[in-house]
């Protein structure tokens, strides 16, 4: 028969790979409760109007990425989600957490994204998102906090060189004072520009200024920048953020043609880059939404938020040579000389794991030395060993594999013994 294959643009996370994923994870929770986040899961599925609503009709990712599904025996438009601050903000709103005494709402989520791109090192179209979302207040402070929380993040991975990219795209208000100038400019030079921007000059043109293609960089070059056209109230917004950065030492340059790919970025737009990674350098994207909860039928609450991928931090950490920490291997692996002591052993493996000790032994009736190789391959830190003389006596020959050290102890006393180094 055929063998079915893994679909294109997803992995499998096996055991060697998953402990880093698992590190990352536990430190990422870690860190985020020192800046008072909490933990929130929604469903991978969401209606399909949230996205278009939330993310915006003329994004990539609604026009050409989004996985979309409708179950024949029911209305539903579903779609698995491309990302996540839409849901976040709908069960923002749904289970009413403005409300709550504890403001503003600080929240992390850890999970599964999917999009149909090409894929690519670092471009997946199931791939993995940790990412945080506040709600609740418009305070500047707040703005680099975030910034710093997921910069101090990558740095307590290890990771050197980055920068982060930093730009205000303004309000609503401010946005449309910038797009007649912003018109004019592209109009002019519209039919030297690719096929995409002239289409996007019609529907959102500030993201022609995010094209990645060299020729559009070039011509938009000298484009009105809309930090030229910020009121007052945003300017001083945007000032605030880069003096708290400043002051906490985060290094930043302004980047006035970041605007995102998402329709609902006001003022703080922000990206974490690393030169390193190449083709794909973007680590983190993130900015401030404070238009985004009354969109999704919210009150009008200010809402901030990131998401970086895992896959490209690992990709990252690979790229500059770093290991992380991860433990690997068990505590102890039980050896069988004679078969006559494999009831004995299976005792002592549940009292050594009810312990909390990690223990393995044979099950394929491998000679000794099999055994040993095994306990060698699992980098187990001790062999315990159950000869014939060892059965009779009750005890076993305990050896600690890094220093080649053994001693016969009892065999009640293992776990004892195991412990106490
Ligand atoms: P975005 O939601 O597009 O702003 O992306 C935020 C971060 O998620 C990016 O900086 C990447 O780290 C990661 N990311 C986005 N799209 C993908 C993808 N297709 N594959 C892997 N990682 C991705």
């Known amino acids: ?11 499998d996370i096996l055991p060697g790979a998953v402990e880093q994923w698992q590190y990352i994870e536990a430190k990422a929770r870690e860190h985020f409760r020192c800046y008072n986040y909490r933990e929130i899961r929604t469903p991978m599925f969401e209606h399909t109007e949230l996205f ?19 179950n024949p025996r029911s209305e539903d438009q579903l779609t698995l989600r491309p990302e996540n601050t839409a849901g976040v903000v709908r069960s923002y709103v749904e289970n009413k957490m403005y409300g709550s005494p504890n403001q503003p709402t600080k929240l992390y989520y850890i999970g599964p994204m999917f999009r149909h791109e090409r894929p690519q090192a670092g471009r997946l179209r199931q791939f993995t998102q940790i990412g945080a979302e506040t709600f609740g207040s418009s305070d500047p402070a707040i703005d680099a906090e975030v910034i710093a929380m997921v ?73 009105p920048s809309l930090l030229a056209y910020l009121s007052e109230e ?36 922000f990206e974490i880059k690393m030169a390193e990674i190449g083709a ?34 690992l990709l990252a950490l690979e790229k500059q040579g770093i290991q992380l920490p991860v433990e690997e291997g068990i505590d ?6 004679t078969s006559e002591a494999k009831a004995q052993a299976f005792r002592l493996l549940d009292e050594l794991r009810q312990a909390g000790i990690s223990a393995e032994m044979d099950y394929l009736d491998r000679k000794m030395k099999a055994q040993l190789k095994a306990a060698d391959r699992l980098s187990a830190r001790f062999t315990a060993i159950i000869g014939e003389a060892e059965l009779a006596n009750g005890t076993v020959v305990l050896k600690e594999m890094a220093t080649g050290e053994q001693r016969e102890i009892p065999a009640g006393e293992l776990v004892q013994a195991i412990r106490g180094h």
């Open 280 to 313: 794909v350098e973007t680590l983190c994207g993130g900015g401030r939404y404070n238009g985004l909860v009354a969109e999704l039928g919210g009150d009008d609450m200010p809402g901030i938020g990131f998401a970086f991928g895992v896959e490209r931090l």
């Open 151 to 223: 910069f101090r993040f990558f740095e307590k991975m290890g990771l050197k060189g980055l920068r982060v990219d930093l730009n205000s795209v303004g309000t609503r208000e401010d946005r449309a004072r910038h797009r007649s100038y912003l018109l004019d400019f592209l109009n002019n030079v519209r039919s030297e520009l690719c096929e995409d921007c002239q289409s996007r000059i019609d529907r959102n043109p500030l993201r022609v200024l995010d094209c990645k293609n060299e020729k559009c960089k070039a011509l938009t070059k000298d484009a």
């Open 52 to 70: 278009q609503r939330g993310v915006g009709e003329t994004t990539d990712i609604v026009e050409k990425e989004m996985y979309s599904v409708r």
């Open 332 to 337: 102890c692996y039980l050896v069988l000389q």
């Open 234 to 269: 945003s300017a001083a917004h945007f000032a605030a953020v880069q003096r708290y950065l400043t002051d906490l030492g985060i290094p930043f340059v302004v980047d006035n043609r970041l605007v995102r790919g998402l329709d609902y970025y006001t003022l703080t737009a």
């Open 1 to 11: 028969m055929a063998r079915i294959q893994i679909p294109r643009g997803t992995q």
